[in-house]
């Protein structure tokens, strides 16, 4: 069934393994969001995710060879966010927070849930973060990302998250203006059990700025970054 905004289309998104395929284009009305505030969308399973996808003629990789053709670009405000939900992935997707300039990330992914994916997105120009993800999102996956451009000072990061069991693999995340990567507790609790690996983080204030147990920093290339390469806790590691 064709609807005329991604916001409508949501509405469809009743039953876990859902699927929504946005053709190729540029959308930049408020309601090209998407937005789980605005329409809400069933929980996929962990073997059956609801999906909200680009142009299904978009490669894996589009993200990182800047090829992506759907792209979410909404006038005031930002381009995603996802609210107390578990097993939804999005993919294949531009998220550009170029026409919005109040103080909003690119995408937020809040409250509680498990397994939400971000694959082959590219999350740029916001005058804040990138990507928001809260501590008590479990499981906040982010593979073959571009993540650049994002924010206006110290505070704002490429991606910012103390989730447990986060998987950061093969992307690239790049001039931002604070951490390309933090994965730092920001209150009481820290991440654990998370894996970062494969990335490349360059050009950025600081690298990566991360805490937590069980936290493994694996094969990333960590490089040109004018502040630090790498900080786990407050302390330099090498």
Known sequence: ??????????????????????????????????????????????????????????????????????????????????????????????????????????????????????????????????????ANVNALTLRRANVHNNGSDFNDHGFYSDGDNALLEYSEFHNNSSAGIQHYGAGAGVPDNGVIRWNKIYSNGTGIFGEGTNVHYEHNEVYNNTSNGILLGFSNAP
């Open 1 to 134: 069934t064709y609807k005329a905004t991604a916001s409508s289309a949501m509405a469809c998104l009743t039953n876990a393994g859902d699927r929504l395929t946005i053709k190729a284009g540029t959308y930049t009305a408020a309601l090209a969001r998407i937005s789980t505030a605005v329409n809400n969308v069933a929980n996929g399973t962990s073997g059956n995710p609801t999906i909200i996808e680009g142009d299904p003629g978009d490669a894996a990789g589009c993200a990182i060879a800047t090829t992506c053709s759907t792209i979410i670009r909404p006038t005031g405000i930002y381009a995603a966010y996802l609210n107390n939900k578990s097993y939804v992935t999005l993919r294949k997707l531009v998220l550009d927070n170029a026409n919005n300039t109040s103080n909003q990330a690119t995408i937020y992914v809040l409250g509680i849930g498990t397994g939400v994916t971000l694959e082959d997105v590219e999350i740029k120009n916001s005058i804040a973060s990138g990507l928001l993800g809260e």
